[in-house]
């Protein structure tokens, strides 16, 4: 698989998560092409942290409205029934547990559910923005990203780099499979069958649970 | 009644070593021509805080590019490579803090409250040098309020009395910071007579002045 179809694929998988009626947070990047893919016989409402829920599809060159963007400055559109509101809203929103859903991206994440997304130290410093309050307030946490960091292990024992929030993360969703994060083991649910088990066990520095995956639904 | 006054009045109002709250997301809701003006005037060593660093040519990272901030408190700033730069050399002081927290922090500032419980940050390095507070049975942060001389706000409709409405998603930072400073500019895109009481987001007695300008 390509750059793109890896970034297709997952953003796929992922928006089969959701339910009828779920709030939910998508984050900057990878996240934000879910939006692509929900199934059409789904609604879901869709919150931007920077103020509103009801985040449509970007619009066309022409309709661009700058005093409607998303979480990461670009322009964005708002489907009817949707509204603003201030941060201060927002962020009880996100803390107060009525995001059902939140996705995002990650350098790390550990069986413990730890994940560490918003600093490298001596490297990259962007800061947290809403990532914290998001994956500690949210009530599932879905992180959807590629698997290594080109052969990296990004999935661990424990975090090496300063984590974004301790314990939270519910699902992690690569393009080699998916697994869930329950008392201190990742659980391998379903895995792609472009490749092994050992393949994907080695792609990843924890030790998986592999009992009987069931194999990933390859369309896209 | 509020004073309108003109842009060349905000140099009245400003001094170096002060601290300003500039509402604003990505600079959507920021009164950018307020910042040109502080480029212009050439305060510094100013303490700013704003959810984030802006861009170099947009916000309030044109006055970080400019070197007239000393002391930034945001919740990002990847969006602008000079922000990292200045900080990672020890030019520029920089207290990152998670978004929510940040708002919060604002609205007890504003709010006559003497902080706030969150588990935000619990288990990472936002909890150090901070007391843990448990409550039934669940760890949490003590979070403390914040306050700063000014605020710099952007409104899109204000009204003769100084009521303000924001548009879209330009309200984000813009209403809270208004409650937590000792003087509060409005930057108005455009004024009216009277804004329908039910559609005001910030009271006029939050207000101090406002100078027109803006797209």
């Known amino acids: 698989m390509d750059k793109l179809q890896i970034r297709n694929f997952i953003a796929t998988r992922v928006a089969k998560e959701f339910h009828n009626g779920d709030v939910v947070n998508l984050g900057i990047g990878l996240p934000t092409a879910v939006a692509n893919f929900i199934p059409k016989d789904i609604k879901i409402h869709l919150q931007s942290e920077n103020g509103l829920i009801g985040l449509g599809p970007q619009p066309n060159e022409d309709d661009i409205d700058y005093d409607i963007t998303n979480a990461g400055g670009q322009p964005v559109t708002l489907i009817e029934g949707g509204m603003y509101f201030d941060s201060s809203t927002s962020f009880g929103i996100i803390r107060g547990g009525h995001v059902d859903v939140t996705v995002l991206g990650s350098l790390q994440v550990d069986q413990t559910g730890s994940l560490a997304n918003w600093i490298i130290p001596g490297k990259m410093v962007p800061g947290m923005g809403g990532a914290m309050d998001l994956v500690t307030g949210a009530k599932k946490v879905i992180i959807a990203m590629t698997h290594t960091n080109n052969g990296k292990p990004k999935i661990l024992e424990k975090c090496t780099l300063p984590l974004t929030a301790k314990n939270q993360v519910n699902l992690i969703i690569t393009e080699m499979g998916v697994m869930e994060i329950r008392e201190g083991k990742i659980h391998l649910l379903e895995y792609n069958p472009l490749f092994t088990f050992e393949e994907i066990q080695e792609a990843t520095q924890a030790t998986l649970v592999i009992d009987h995956p ?7 | 009644m509020k004073e309108i006054i003109k842009i060349d009045d905000l140099k009245f109002h400003v001094f170096d070593g002060m601290s300003i709250m500039v509402g604003g997301f990505m600079a959507v809701g920021t009164p950018e021509f307020l910042i040109d003006e502080l480029v212009q005037l050439g305060v510094k060593n100013l303490t700013i805080i704003c959810n984030d660093a802006g861009f170099v040519d947009r916000g309030v990272g ?60 619990i288990g ?22 914040l306050r700063a001389d000014l605020a710099l706000i952007e409104g899109t409709t204000v009204d003769q009395f100084g009521n303000v409405l924001y548009t879209k998603t330009t309200r984000n930072f813009n209403p809270v910071m208004a409650t937590a400073t000792d003087k ?32």
């Open chain 2, 124 to 145: 990472t390095i936002v909890e150090e040098g901070k007391k843990i507070i448990q409550s039934e049975g669940k760890d949490y942060i003590l979070e403390l309020p």
């Open chain 2, 62 to 121: 044109k006055l970080i590019v400019n070197g007239q901030v000393h002391k930034l408190i945001a919740s990002h700033i990847g969006l602008n490579p000079e922000a990292g730069r200045l900080m990672s050399e020890g030019l520029m002081e920089c207290e990152l803090i998670p978004q929510g927290t940040l708002i919060e922090r604002i609205r007890c500032g504003g709010s006559g409250l003497g902080g706030f419980l969150t588990p935000t940050g």
């Open chain 1, 214 to 220: 069931i194999k990933m639904d390859m369309e896209v």
């Open chain 2, 184 to 215: 509060v500019i409005v930057g108005a895109r455009k004024m009216i007579e009277s804004i329908d009481p039910d559609c005001v987001m910030t009271p006029h007695i939050f207000v101090d002045y406002m100078i027109m300008g803006g797209q």
